[in-house]
C-alpha cells in the first residue's frame, strides 16, 4: 500500500517540517546580508552549518526511538525530510568552507584535507551523506533491497565522526560537542538496549507490535527494507 | 564604556591618512544600509559622513604621542577589535569577553615584580604609568587561529619598564601572570586552562624596542575585554603570546612555562612567532582573515613575523623556525 499525503485521517505536516529546517539557513542568510555575524563572519557561518548538520543528524536518528517510545508511526514520515536537510546543511557547510573560508584554492583544499585529519574526516563523511542522500528516493530503496538497510546503517558512523571533526577542532573548551555526545549516546544506547534485550519491557504495547512483526515502512513514507 | 559617534560634518579623507574609529564604524553604518553591493571605489567617499567626536574629543590619554608606528595602515573597527575576543578568562565564545568582563575591577591595581632583579616588589600601577613614556603605536595583531586585526595600541615600551626594575644577568627570561580571580574573571571557575594563565619571552624579546606594554586602544583606556588595565603586546607573535591583566612579572634564569604550551606542546610553541611557512597541526597559517572583512571577501597572506621581519628576524637568526615555533 502507498503511502499519500491524503489519506484520509492521517494529517501531513511535512510543509511545517521543512520550512522548520529551513529557518535556520534562512535566519543566517538573513544575518549574513545584514552585516549581523559580528566581526568574523566567515566564521560563523561555516560553524553554524556545521553545528545544525549535526543537530539534524541526531533529530533524525531521534526518529526510530521516538516512534517506539510513543508508539506511534508518524514521526517516521520526517526521517527521509530531516536526514536531506542534514545532508543539505553538510553541503553548505562545505561549500562554505571552499567559498567563504578558501576563496576555491584548490590546493590549499586538498592539502587541508589530506593533512588534517579533521578536514580528512569531514570530507569523508560528506561522502557518506552524499551516498546516502543519492540512495534515499523511493526507487533506490526498491532496487537495492536488504542492502538498502545495511548501506543506511552509515549513518551511525556519520553521526559518530561527525561529533570526533567537532571535537578535533577545539582549542580547550570540549562543554558544547560534550553536550551532542551525550544526547548521541543516549540515541545509540537506546538502540543497543533494544537490540540486545528483544524480551525486556517496552515503553508501550503498539511499540512491542511494531517491533514484534516486522515493520511495514512503505505504509508510512516508503523508507526501509519493503521485503 | 560606549562609544557613541556623532556625525558633525563632512572632511576630505586623504587615502594617507589614518581613519579613525568613527569613521570606519561609519563606514561600516552605511554598508549595512546601503546593501551588499558596496564597490571599492565607493568606500572612499562613503568615509566622509561619519566623523569623529568622542574619538577626537573624548581621549582619555590627552597629549598622546602618535608615533610612525604602522602610521597610515588601515584599521579595524573600534567595534570589531572590542567584540571579537579571546579571553577565556571570562568565556570561550568570541563574544563572552565583551559580554562577561565588566566583572573586571581594573582599579586600583598591583603589579609583583619577583625574581632576578633588583627592585622586586609589589607597584601599584599608578606608579608604573607614572614613569612611562605614554605613546601610541599601529600594531598589526595576527591571532593563532588564523584572524587579525590592526589596532592604535596606546601604552609603552616593555623594555624600558623592565630596565627600571633592574633585572640581573641572571634574567634570561621574563614571566608574566595574568589575575586570577573567579569572582572578577568567572570564566576561571572552569577548569578550561591551567589558571592563571601563564607566558613569556626570553629577555632579548622582551627588551626588543617593537614590544610594548597596553593601557589602552584607539586612544581610550584598556577595554576589560581586551586585557585591562594593562597587557602585553609583542606585534612578530601570535596573539596568545600577549598576555592580559598581567599581576605578575618575574625575571628568571630558565624558560618558563607558557599556559598554551603546557596545554598542547605540539601545536603552541614557546616562541609563537608569526610564520606562514609553519602551520599549525590542525589549519594553515599561510593567510589569515582580516576582522571586519565581509563573508565574500577573501583572505589575505600572512607575512612572516607578522611583517615586522626586518626588526626582529636577527633576535632567530640562528634557530630553526620550524622546530622553534
Redesign the interface.
Known amino acids: 500500500m502507498q503511502f499519500s499525503l491524503s489519506r484520509p485521517g492521517v494529517r501531513s505536516f511535512k510543509p511545517v517540517v521543512f520550512m522548520l529546517c529551513l529557518f535556520p539557513f534562512g535566519l543566517l542568510m538573513a544575518d549574513a546580508f545584514s552585516n549581523q555575524l559580528g566581526a568574523n563572519p566567515t566564521k560563523v557561518i561555516v560553524r553554524t552549518l556545521g553545528d545544525w548538520a549535526i543537530y539534524l543528524l541526531l533529530i533524525g536518528l531521534a526518529i526510530s526511538p521516538a516512534r517506539k517510545l510513543l508508539g506511534k508511526p508518524w514521526p517516521i514520515r520526517y526521517r527521509r525530510m530531516i536526514g536531506l536537510f542534514a545532508f543539505f546543511y553538510v553541503c553548505m557547510h562545505f561549500l562554505a568552507y571552499i567559498w567563504f573560508d578558501q576563496y576555491f584554492d584548490i590546493s590549499e583544499i586538498t592539502k587541508d584535507i589530506v593533512k588534517r585529519p579533521f578536514i580528512t574526516i569531514g570530507f569523508v563523511n560528506f561522502l557518506m551523506l552524499l551516498a546516502l542522500a543519492a540512495t534515499s528516493n523511493k526507487r533506490m530503496i526498491k532496487r537495492l533491497k536488504k542492502n538498502w538497510l545495511r548501506l543506511h546503517k552509515l549513518v551511525y558512523p556519520v553521526s559518530m565522526l561527525a561529533l570526533l571533526h567537532f571535537f578535533m577542532m577545539i582549542k580547550a573548551d570540549y562543554f558544547r560537542p560534550t553536550v551532542l555526545l551525550i544526547v548521541l549516546s543516549l540515541l545509540l544506547g537506546y538502540r543497543l538496549i533494544v537490540a540486545f534485550r528483544p524480551g525486556s519491557k517496552r515503553p508501550s504495547s503498539q511499540a512491542r507490535k511494531l517491533l514484534a512483526h516486522r515493520w511495514k515502512p512503505a505504509r508510512y513514507g516508503g523508507l526501509g527494507n519493503t521485503d | 564604556m560606549s562609544i557613541i559617534i556623532k556625525s558633525v560634518g563632512p572632511r576630505d579623507i586623504k587615502p594617507s591618512e589614518i581613519t579613525t574609529e568613527a569613521d570606519y564604524s561609519g563606514r561600516?553604518e552605511f554598508?549595512?544600509k546601503s546593501?551588499?553591493l558596496v564597490g571599492g571605489a565607493l568606500a572612499g567617499s562613503l568615509a566622509v559622513p561619519a566623523q569623529a567626536s568622542s574619538a577626537e574629543g573624548g581621549k582619555d590619554f590627552p597629549g598622546l604621542i602618535k608615533t610612525e608606528y604602522g602610521k597610515g595602515r588601515e584599521l579595524?573597527s573600534y567595534?570589531?577589535?572590542t567584540?571579537?575576543n579571546n579571553f577565556?578568562e571570562f568565556g570561550?565564545d568570541?563574544?563572552d569577553p565583551a559580554r562577561y568582563a565588566s566583572s573586571l575591577k581594573p582599579k586600583p591595581w598591583s603589579v609583583v615584580v619577583e625574581g632576578e632583579a633588583n627592585k622586586t616588589g609589589t607597584y601599584n600601577l599608578e606608579d608604573i604609568l607614572q614613569k612611562a613614556q605614554m605613546e601610541e603605536r599601529i600594531y598589526h595583531f595576527r591571532c593563532v587561529?588564523a584572524?587579525s586585526?590592526t589596532v592604535p595600541w596606546v601604552g609603552f615600551s616593555l623594555g624600558e619598564m623592565l630596565k627600571r626594575f633592574e633585572p640581573t644577568a641572571k634574567a634570561k627570561f621574563v614571566e608574566f601572570e595574568t589575575l586570577y580571580d573567579p569572582d572578577q574573571m568567572p570564566g576561571q571557575k572552569?577548569k578550561?586552562?591551567d589558571w592563571p594563565y601563564r607566558d613569556g619571552l626570553r629577555i632579548d624579546e622582551a627588551m626588543h624596542p617593537l614590544a610594548f606594554m597596553a593601557t589602552g586602544i584607539y586612544g581610550h583606556t584598556m577595554p576589560n575585554q581586551n586585557g585591562a588595565p594593562i597587557r602585553l603586546i609583542v606585534p612578530w607573535k601570535y596573539g596568545f603570546k600577549n598576555i592580559k591583566s598581567i599581576v605578575k612579572i618575574r625575571f628568571s634564569e630558565k624558560m618558563p612555562p607558557s599556559t598554551w604550551n603546557t596545554?598542547a606542546p605540539n601545536e603552541y610553541g614557546f616562541y609563537a612567532n608569526v610564520n606562514p611557512q609553519v602551520?599549525h597541526?590542525?589549519?594553515?597559517q599561510?593567510s589569515e582573515?582580516k576582522?571586519?572583512?565581509?563573508?565574500?571577501e577573501?583572505?589575505v597572506k600572512t607575512e612572516m613575523f607578522n611583517g615586522y621581519a626586518d626588526q626582529v628576524a636577527g633576535l632567530y637568526s640562528d634557530m630553526d623556525l620550524s622546530r622553534y615555533f
Open positions: 561600516r554598508i549595512k546593501g551588499l579595524t567595534e570589531d577589535a567584540s571579537y577565556y570561550t568570541k563574544e587561529e584572524w586585526m572552569r578550561i586552562l596545554l602551520d597541526p590542525r589549519w594553515s599561510a582573515r576582522l571586519g572583512a565581509n563573508f565574500w577573501p583572505r
